[in-house]
Structures are given as C-alpha cells and as structure tokens.
C-alpha cells in the first residue's frame, strides 16, 4: 500500500510562514520525482512546486522567492517551506509522487500517488 501523509496546515495571518511536510511509504522514494499541488475553493488543481529526484526544482511564477521544495530521502520527506504568506495562498496541499526524469522535475514517465491534503488557509 503506497501512503503519502501530508501534515503542517495551518491557519496564520499574512506574512506568515509554514512548512509543510509529506512522508511517503510504499515506494521506492529517492527515484520518485515529487510535487506540490493546491486547490483553492472553488478553483482547479494547480502545480505549486516540483523536485526531481535528482533535486532539480521547478515553481510556479506566484511562489516564486516565497516558497521552497526540498527533500530529505533519508526520512523519505519531501517538505515546503512557504513564506511571505499571502491569502491567495489558502488551499488545500496535496503531496504528489511520480515517476519522471531524473532532472527535469516536469517530465511524467510513470505512475504517481496522491496524499490526501492539508488544509492551509492566510487570513488579512
């Protein structure tokens, strides 16, 4: 059974910070590229943050310069260090695992996994 455990939501004011963190079990994690996605109320699903698992890392333009993806293969981890938190932040992140290329963290060759979320939300 492959697991991926988000946790680290929170509710905090703008200008805030967070990390998230999403453990995976159940895969093979050091060749798994792995990505954050968020889901505002009413909005699609969108692609935040990518890591290949060579560690090449790719954002999204409105993170930029707030928002780190790292990974910590030891402890099968891959983390998101948001900063500057902004309303438009709040969503639901989702920790996402894939097989693709080794450095480009864009590519998708494989299968992929989905946790289940936590829940972030940015109050003014």
């Known amino acids: 059974q492959v697991q991926l455990v988000e946790s680290g939501g929170d509710s905090v004011q703008t200008g805030g910070s967070l990390r998230l963190s999403c453990t995976a079990s159940?895969?093979?994690?050091?060749?798994?590229?792995m990505a954050w996605y968020r889901q505002a109320p009413g909005k699609t699903r969108e692609l935040v943050a990518a890591?290949?698992?060579?560690?090449?890392?790719h954002y999204t333009h409105s993170v930029k310069g707030r928002f780190t993806i790292s990974r910590d293969n030891a402890k099968n981890t891959v983390y998101l260090q948001m900063n500057s938190l902004k309303p438009a932040d709040t969503a639901v992140y989702y920790c996402?695992?894939?097989?693709?290329?080794?450095?480009?963290?864009?590519?998708?060759?494989?299968?992929?996994?989905w946790g289940t979320g936590t829940l972030v939300t940015v109050s003014s």
């Open positions: 996402n695992a894939y097989e693709g290329d080794r450095d480009n963290p864009l590519y998708y060759y494989g299968m992929e996994y």
């Open positions: 159940g895969i093979t994690f050091n060749s798994y590229s």
């Open positions: 890591i290949s698992s060579g560690g090449n890392t």
